[in-house]
T-cell receptor, first 114, second 108 residues
Framework: DSGVTQTPKHLITATGQRVTLRCSPR?????VYWYQQSLDQGLQFLIQ???????AKGNILERFSAQQFPDLHSELNLSSLELGDSALYFC?????????????FGSGTQLSVL | GQQVMQIPQYQHVQEGEDFTTYCNSS?????IQWYKQRPGGHPVFLIQ?????EVKKQKRLTFQFGEAKKNSSLHITATQTTDVGTYFC????????FGTGTSLTVIP
């Protein structure tokens, strides 16, 4: 158990809809990362937050947004969903968000857009 | 942006054979990390290399960081079925970029 909690584990929705994925980092970790993993694909970095502030942005679509709340949990909002958004979404956390820290991953949310 | 490429993308080996995956970056890395993702699982941190030319071992796994800090390799000696999974390198700059991954299948 990495200590990172993601909910829900599975999500099935239709095209055009909006969903929210939730992540609770390990106790004490201030930084949260979101990654997208499509079938047989690598881990695409989406966005990073540190203590409530956006720190780095990767290949995140404009239809996607995220935030980190004062209690340090984070939410990834996906809107106007398309079939191609079907993927496994991982959240990871680290203590300070420094690049020499290892990441602890949650179990992921499997999103299926039908 | 920074790119971290891994080869091969897929590797099938007979149990007991050795396995190596290579990671190459377009830019110099401050450090490199390796993760393993079991089928149906999430990535789990294996090791971090920081120094140029560094070599670290974990039982049957040997990790190397290139002299120019632009490449790295993971070598598994005498693979076992428990080694099955996808191995990712991660080369952080201002973001955590993961390599494309190498999926290892071990045939009993």
């Amino acid at each position: 158990d990495s200590g990172v909690t993601q909910t829900p584990k599975h999500l099935i929705t239709a095209t055009g809809q909006r969903v929210t994925l939730r992540c609770s980092p390990r106790s004490g970790d201030l930084s949260v990362y979101w990654y997208q993993q499509s079938l047989d694909q690598g881990l695409q970095f989406l966005i990073q937050y540190y203590n409530g502030e956006e720190r780095a942005k990767g290949n995140i679509l404009e239809r996607f947004s995220a935030q980190q709340f004062p209690d340090l949990h984070s939410e990834l909002n996906l809107s106007s969903l398309e079939l191609g958004d079907s993927a496994l979404y991982f959240c990871a956390s680290s203590p300070s968000g420094n690049t020499n820290e290892k990441l602890f991953f949650g179990s992921g949310t499997q999103l299926s857009v039908l | 942006g920074q790119q971290v490429m891994q080869i091969p993308q897929y590797q099938h080996v007979q149990e007991g054979e050795d396995f190596t995956t290579y990671c190459n970056s377009s830019t110099t890395l401050s450090n490199i990390q390796w993760y393993k993702q079991r089928p149906g699982g999430h990535p789990v941190f294996l090791i971090q290399l920081v120094k140029s030319g560094e070599v670290k071992k974990q039982k049957r796994l040997t990790f190397q960081f290139g002299e120019a800090k632009k490449n790295s390799s993971l070598h598994i000696t005498a693979t076992q079925t428990t080694d099955v999974g996808t191995y990712f390198c991660a080369g952080p700059s201002n973001q955590f970029y993961f390599g494309t991954g190498t999926s290892l299948t071990v045939i009993p």
